[in-house]
């Protein structure tokens, strides 16, 4: 079993660049060819999932291009390239883009070589992430996609940019144990996705045994329990590991609603969960009422509580927040964008009964 426990390496400003590892240019369909950092690079890691990242890529290669500097937009994780393909060709922007290059062996989630030896590494979590990178072929600023770059890119030019001071600051905001953590993580869930859950468990069962911190990774304790649920033989352990992480995590409401879902999803039987789940619920229920003006979690309480009614058969308790549900929709205290997600998952409730 390929494990990242003892392998994942951290990339910070100040490191070189892993090399940039890419297939094919999008718009062109040729081989892309071997990157050469030959002065000061833009590198930006999208989506095509992603709404917001070819407008950013849009917006800041032409700022880069402005100031002599080229931009490399690579495309991770992509799970339709050719999606992937026709969205970039609808549009026009200052940077090559291109698709990161995937082990053919690899299965699960297209993580490539950029992927892991660049987001994952860096301990970013999200796209569009930017990373600049000098003459040196060194990275020296590495964020998000936004306005925040504008400041280094300058300074980086004109050779007044601080790179230890960038490099302090990542070191301070993600731990080791973070990039360990998420490699790790995202391990597990590329298991799950090619429904490997005897791999996902091997993975699991190793992080425990090597990395016992990660028992407080919330993301952690998510995968594990939707790998117990799912197998039928390890139905019993989904429970008693569902009543530990209801009292590991007892102060996040939004983190017992996540664990809550799954269980009512998962192969795993009503009983082996029920009490722990209701007295879970009993105490989110106590904690919103010292959130009134958090709409999210009021929201997914009533959610995964009618779930739970529905499958205990308790018609009147899933009409009852089922009830409170179509109440906060017609709220006029209720954000417009909220409203559609509630309608929606009324009509998925409706749907799913």
Not at 119 to 140: N, Y
Request: some cysteine; proline content about 5%; overall charge negative.
């Amino acid at each position: 079993m390929n494990s990242v426990l003892n392998s994942a390496k951290r990339l910070l400003p100040g490191d070189a660049a892993p090399p940039l590892m890419l297939s094919r240019n999008l718009v062109t369909g040729e081989l892309s060819p071997r990157v050469e950092f030959n002065g000061t690079s833009m590198v930006v890691l999208w989506n095509s999932g992603c709404s917001g990242c070819l407008p950013a890529l849009v917006e800041y290669s032409k700022k880069a291009k402005a100031l002599g500097v080229p931009t490399y937009g690579v495309a991770i994780m992509e799970r339709d390239l050719g999606r992937t393909i026709e969205t970039a060709r609808q549009v026009r922007l200052d940077a090559f883009l291109a698709h990161e290059q995937i082990d053919p062996e690899q299965a699960g989630l297209p993580r490539g070589q950029v992927t892991r030896e660049w987001l994952e590494a860096s301990g970013q979590r999200g796209v569009p992430t930017a990373f600049l990178v000098d003459w040196q072929s060194k990275i020296v600023w590495l964020g998000p996609l936004d306005d925040a770059i504008l400041e280094p890119l300058h300074a980086i030019l004109d050779d007044v940019w601080d790179v230890d001071a960038a490099r302090r600051r990542w070191e301070t905001e993600i731990s080791d144990n973070d990039i360990t953590h998420l490699a790790i993580n995202r391990d597990i869930v590329d298991a799950m996705l090619t429904k490997d859950m005897k791999r996902a468990q091997g993975l699991i069962d190793e992080a425990e045994r090597n990395r016992p911190e990660i028992a407080d990774n919330k993301e952690f304790a998510v995968e594990k329990l939707i790998v117990l649920s799912a197998m039928p033989e390890t139905a019993i352990d989904a429970g008693r590991y569902y009543n530990r992480c209801v009292r590991r995590f007892a102060d996040d409401p939004l983190q017992i609603l996540s664990l809550t879902d799954y269980v009512l999803v998962g192969k795993a039987p009503l009983d082996v969960f029920l009490d722990a789940a209701s007295e879970a619920l009993s105490q989110v229920e106590r904690q919103l009422d010292g959130m009134p003006d958090d709409l999210v979690p009021s929201i997914r309480f009533n959610l995964t509580s009618a779930q739970l009614r529905r499958r205990l058969g308790d018609q009147d308790g899933y009409q009852q927040r089922l009830d409170a549900l179509r109440d906060l929709a017609t709220s006029q205290t209720t954000p417009s964008e909220l409203k559609k997600l509630i309608k929606a998952d009324i009509e998925r409730l409706a749907r799913d009964r």
